[in-house]
């Protein structure tokens, strides 16, 4: 049975139409059943891998399908390559080596952008079988690989310093509905013409109170069902920009917008934001702003770098760099797959800055990442936390390796210059 074929042998199989996420759970359950070769411990640990984008109904079907396709194929790889079934212990190191999954990922495809996304599968995949909260495996044997996929040139991602600097400098004294969209665009991560849609409405009602992993309160905000009806009123498709479902914003901003309602007299239906950008977009305001010769001479950035699109990439950055899992970009940010995520944000900002923005400015971290961020919080503590950096092809393993050779061809290259210098000698005494 060809691995490549292991989703379409299984649909065809359990002879299921995938119409929603539940029966991509019971096509990929039924292929790792039937065609993956590892023994039962590890089968159930590839279905409970699979569960949570079975469930998640706004989750990326794409996004699904590598997640779903990517481990189970390289275990059936592996089982053939070794020809035997593979059991978890095959799955540590030094059993498996980044030079398996290296080999796997040339086989899988000759195309980069493809090999990119099956590297950065198989990455999730094992950090899923080493997280604290599971442990199935000690070691990472695939942490050096790297997705080897270019980042895309795109908007700015503030630091902590230039946020503070768009904040109390470009913003600076402007009408307070300015100061509400910067927060609720770098809270949510919405693109800037979805949060037109918010209306008072869909903030007033209290929806049931959420904790986030630092254990603050957020609110759901259902978007894509007031942007999907606004747009169904002019005949226009959603699909283009894909909305999340939710989005969640904190208590202290939920109060502030409530109050702006109530001092306008908005009512339920009115918008947010709307209303306030049909003469003066937000855009064209912050644009002014910047070439005010007045706050340039304050910025200690370069003053073009600022836009509202900006908080966007900004809110994706800090979201990665904490949770390290392009599936929450997608559900949270209104991705259908995992191209833009993967290109754009993968290295954008060191895990400890992300955190420090994450807790000054209240950006929600899903609840279920609660062990990652005490990781991270120990080590910052701790002074381990390392800063990111963009990946240069050789992880520090790599490179010991490297210099542990240049060493071993030194020693070789003076071992040959000491038996040419002997036989010169040799030579010369024979000819004495």
């Known amino acids: 049975m060809p691995w490549k074929e292991l989703f379409t042998q299984a649909r065809v199989r359990t002879e299921i139409v995938p119409v929603i996420k539940d029966d991509y759970y019971k096509i990929m359950s039924e292929g790792v059943k039937l065609f993956v070769n590892a023994d039962p411990k590890l089968k159930e640990i590839l279905l409970l891998y699979l569960k949570p984008y079975a469930f998640n109904e706004y989750k990326s079907e794409q996004s699904y399908k590598w997640a779903s396709i990517i481990p189970a194929t390289f275990i059936q790889w592996l089982s053939e390559r070794r020809k035997r079934q593979v059991a978890l212990s095959d799955l540590e190191t030094p059993n498996l080596m980044p030079e398996d999954a290296a080999l796997f990922v040339e086989d899988y495809s000759s195309s980069m952008f493809v090999q990119a996304h099956v590297r950065a599968n198989l990455i999730k995949f094992f950090s899923f079988l080493v997280s604290p909260a599971r442990r199935y495996i000690t070691t990472q044997p695939l942490g050096g690989m790297t997705t080897d996929m270019p980042v895309a040139v795109r908007a700015i991602v503030y630091s902590k310093d230039a946020l503070d600097e768009f904040y109390n400098s470009i913003l600076f004294g402007a009408p307070i509905y300015y100061l509400l969209f910067f927060k609720t665009l770098l809270q949510t991560g919405l ?3 979805h949060a037109y849609y918010l209306t008072c409405g869909s903030i007033e ?7 986030d992993a630092l254990g603050r309160v957020f609110y759901s905000i259902p978007i894509k069902e007031h942007i ?9 498709e959603i699909a283009k920009k894909f909305p999340p479902e939710f989005v969640y914003i ?12 109530q001092d306008n007299k908005l009512g339920s239906d009115g918008y947010v934001f709307k209303d306030f950008f049909v003469l003066d977009a937000a855009g064209t305001f912050i644009e002014r702003r910047r070439k005010s010769p007045t706050i340039r001479a304050r910025l200690k950035h370069k003053p073009d770098q600022y836009m509202l699109y900006g908080l966007r990439h900004t809110w994706a950055s800090v979201m990665f760099a904490i949770t390290k899992n392009v599936g929450d970009l997608i559900d949270y940010g209104g991705w259908r797959g995992q191209g833009i995520p993967l290109t754009v944000y993968r290295q954008s900002m060191p895990s400890e800055d992300a955190l420090e923005i994450a807790k000054k400015w209240e950006i929600y971290i899903p609840p279920d990442r609660k062990l990652e961020v005490e990781h991270l919080q120990g080590m910052i503590e701790r002074g381990e936390a390392r800063p990111t950096v963009p990946p240069t092809g050789l992880g520090q393993e790599e490179i010991d390796k490297l210099f542990a050779l240049v060493n071993d061809l030194t020693q070789e290259v003076n071992r040959l210059k000491k038996a040419e210098e002997e036989r010169e000698a040799v030579k010369k005494a024979l000819k004495g």
Do not use: A, F, Y
């Open 191 to 193: 693109r800037p013409k």
């Open 205 to 211: 009602v209290d929806k049931p109170q959420k904790k």
């Open 228 to 236: 999907g009806r606004e747009k169904r009123k002019v005949r226009e």
């Open 250 to 261: 904190s208590e202290s901003l939920k109060n502030e917008i409530m109050k702006w309602c």
